[in-house]
């Protein structure tokens, strides 16, 4: 191939370059005479003559040169040869053009049938979001040849954009396979997010000098990034999501090409994450509608017969108060009837019943026992231990919190488990359940929080009607976070933080992230409440939440599942080690780093050690007597 100047440099240096700046024929009989082309056509050949004919489709676009030449030792060419060679040309012209409008309808053709076959898959699958955006990433690589694809659906509210799957380029029996891996970026970082703000198409040709490409990525996995192209998914006038394209396969760049064929295929984009995204809304009404049935079903009011019985002496006598109920030692089994006015005294000791109204407590407090099950350990005794042990936290913290803050923590504490089923939240997700589809995390702490939002504002229950508007909202999201906060999985961040923070001497209490940090470590203290209880009271609880246990550990073998072994009754002898490792693990660090923030709570952080001791002597006998029984077994043999 010989490459030869194009444009004002080669113009009136070459024949070549001036046919294609003029596109117009040239004939040329003495080229050697002719001052306009010095250079000739081609280095080291000495022409004479010369016909160049531009190849020049119906739209005005140049597609080739045809040049006939010859030497001095020839006759020049002449006006024939030069109709003649021009009506050639214009044959091969034609042949060309007809070849390349077969070749588009060819390819349109397979456009279709690929759009088609696309919007199919897309819209069967319209009711499972991750089978939707694998296709979508799937068939864009495939569409534009792609090396890696990632797909980013954008959250307006927290400016975040979000990717559940990440293309690390595996493919198993045949098939490509996205991983599962939910990235969150920020809404101003990276090509991505500028295409999420602009809707504007970005092409990068080469990705490492470009000062818009974030690296992280690329350092993280060895993945060379080389070209990118990164596209957005428009819907309703707004940019709903971006696509981004790494490595073209076809050229060491994407092309126009590859931007008009997307831009097609993104208009069906749009329609499926619209429809699928209705359709979620209307699944989750569905799984909502199910669960509320359950709820209905199964819970009712408190009778009225019992509001009229605790209206008339809302407050308990001084004789029926035990003196342990001003310690965190208080254990609620010997008095489970006097524990909805137990309730009422905490909050006329800590708030007074100035701002309640008292009728509205008295429904409220026996709904909410209403609204515990009958299960063995996540029942209304556990939700009132959890609210006295934070009533103690508060009356014994110096006016630390703040009356709004108290009285959110205690009524998280009375709600923080309603309706508990005895079942972990794993539980729910691994069998699909209805409340596993409503909620993608902290599934029971979600429900809990429903349960509890649904009693404050059901008729007579309102006990916080005596609050402004931005105040009561206030309330509803303390009361949420803190009952989020009893799940377990989302405390070793926040303990590991807040005792970082100890540790370096720079946590305060006045800064309003470290004081919400501080309020939900308090929710998870008060949850474990039982392990610091005196050794007869933890040593009753423990047998209850294992009953609870191997409950769901008996179901779950049922569904052909195996459980864990602290929820398999075929291992009880691993009790006593069990709760020496959830002890020294969990509780341990929770009391040490409560107890340097509030003081008073020390002695749940003693009781705790004392329990761990008591159980380690459990577990060294267990398995002195296992040791026993298997030299036994020995020496019969």
């Keep these: 191939m010989i490459r030869k100047p194009y444009g004002p440099i080669g113009y009136r240096m070459t024949v070549a370059a001036h046919a294609a700046v003029e596109k117009k024929s040239l004939l040329i009989k003495n080229i050697v005479q002719d001052t306009r082309f010095p250079k000739g056509i081609k280095p080291g050949n000495e022409i004479y003559t010369v016909i160049c004919i531009p190849l020049v489709l119906p739209q005005g676009d140049l597609i080739a040169i045809g040049e006939i030449y010859r030497d001095g030792f020839k006759d020049p060419f002449n006006e024939n040869d030069f109709q003649i060679a021009n009506a050639m040309l214009t044959w091969n012209l034609c042949s060309l053009h007809l070849s390349q409008m077969n070749k588009c309808l060819e390819t349109q053709q397979e456009m279709n049938d690929f759009l088609l076959d696309t919007t199919k898959i897309l819209f069967d699958d319209v009711i499972s979001i991750d089978t939707l955006l694998q296709n979508i990433m799937f068939h864009t690589k495939d569409l534009v040849s792609a090396e890696r694809c990632a797909l980013f659906l954008i959250d307006h509210d927290k400016k975040q954009l979000l990717a559940d799957f990440f293309d690390e380029g595996k493919i198993e029996d045949g098939k490509q396979v996205f991983t599962k891996k939910q990235l969150r970026i920020p809404y101003d970082e990276g090509i991505v997010s500028l295409v999420a703000k602009t809707g504007v198409v970005v092409n990068v040709t080469d990705a490492q000098k470009d000062d818009r490409f974030t690296r992280n990525v690329d350092k993280e996995t060895g993945y060379t990034t080389r070209n990118i192209l990164c596209m957005p998914i428009i819907g309703k006038n707004k940019v709903i999501g971006v696509v981004e394209l790494i490595n073209s396969l076809a050229f060491d760049h994407f092309t126009k090409a590859d931007e008009n064929a997307f831009k097609m295929f993104a208009v069906y984009c749009a329609l499926a994450l619209h429809y699928s995204k209705l359709y979620s809304l209307l699944q989750s009404s569905q799984d909502q509608y199910k669960v509320a049935m359950e709820v209905l079903h199964y819970h009712i009011l408190a009778s009225d017969e019992e509001i009229e019985e605790v209206i008339k002496h809302p407050l308990p006598t001084l004789e029926q108060i035990p003196q342990e109920l001003h310690t965190f030692d208080f254990y609620g089994g010997p008095y489970m009837d006097l524990l909805p006015k137990f309730f009422l005294y905490m909050i006329q000791d800590l708030f007074g019943f100035s701002m309640f109204d008292v009728n509205k407590l008295v429904h409220f407090i026996l ?16 939700g009132f231990h959890v609210a006295h042990s934070l009533y103690m936290m508060v009356k014994t913290s110096d006016g630390l919190f703040t009356t709004n803050e108290a009285m959110a923590l205690v ?12 079942f972990n939240n794993a539980y729910f997700q691994k069998l699909h359940l209805p409340l596993a589809a409503l909620y993608s995390t902290s599934v029971m702490e979600q429900h809990h929080y429903k349960q509890t939002v649904m009693i404050l504002q059901s008729k007579d229950h309102d006990i916080l009607s005596f609050l402004r508007a931005d105040e009561y909202k206030e309330m509803l999201e303390t009361i949420q976070q803190c009952i989020i906060a009893t799940d377990l999985a989302l405390y070793f961040s926040i303990q590991k933080v807040i005792a970082n923070l100890i540790e370096d ?20 203290g008060a949850d474990l409440c039982a392990v610091s209880k005196p050794w007869e009271t933890q040593h009753e609880t423990a047998a209850e939440i294992y009953e609870e246990f191997y409950c769901q550990g008996d179901e779950e073998k049922k569904q052909g599942l195996v459980p864990i072994p602290m929820m398999d009754r075929d291992k009880k002898d691993e009790i006593p080690q069990q709760q020496v490792g959830f002890i020294r693990f969990i509780c341990v660090p929770l009391y040490t780093t409560l107890s340097q923030i509030l003081p008073a709570t020390s002695c749940l952080l003693e009781g705790a050690l004392s329990n761990a001791t008591n159980w380690q002597e459990l577990a060294d006998k267990t398995q002195e007597e296992k040791a026993a029984l298997d030299q036994d077994e020995e020496s019969e043999k």
């Design 367 to 382: 709904t909410v026992r209403k609204n515990y099950r009958h299960v063995m350990y996540h029942n209304w005794k556990h």
């Design 411 to 422: 009524l998280a504490g009375i709600c923080h488990d309603l309706d508990h089923r005895g």
């Design 505 to 524: 001497g720079t946590f305060d209490i006045t800064v309003p992230e470290m004081r919400s940090h501080l309020l939900s470590l308090m929710m998870t």
